[in-house]
């Protein structure tokens, strides 16, 4: 699992190297919630997708991108739950990670 590195502001576009892809990521707090854009190889592949805690954000391999990104929300209730994220704990709190294909279940993706 790799660490996306996010800066606490709630917008934010950042350019990063994920398991040999050249990627463009775009982070933005909108009134209902964090919403995030995925380039590779300056290829799309998902836009405007509501990140919530601990749900893949690309989620299809048909759309050609190796891996996914989800969310990790590091403080949870006594129940393990965690809340959907918000920039003001981006890289702290809210951590955004990459997840290569062999950290993805096989009956997911």
Request: aromatic share 10%; hydrophobic share 35%.
């Amino acid at each position: 699992m790799q660490i996306v590195p996010l800066r606490a502001v709630p917008s934010q576009t950042l350019s990063v190297q994920l398991d040999g892809q050249s990627c463009q990521i775009n982070v933005r707090q909108l009134f209902y919630g964090v919403f995030i854009d995925v380039y590779s190889n300056n290829d799309l592949v998902v836009a405007g997708v509501q990140c919530e805690n601990l749900n893949r954000i690309v989620r299809s391999r048909y759309l050609g991108f190796s891996g996914d990104l989800t969310f990790i929300d590091q403080q949870t209730d006594d129940n393990g739950q965690g809340t959907d994220p918000s920039y003001e704990g981006f890289g702290t709190r809210y951590l955004l990670c990459y997840l290569s294909e062999t950290e993805i279940p096989a009956t997911e993706g």
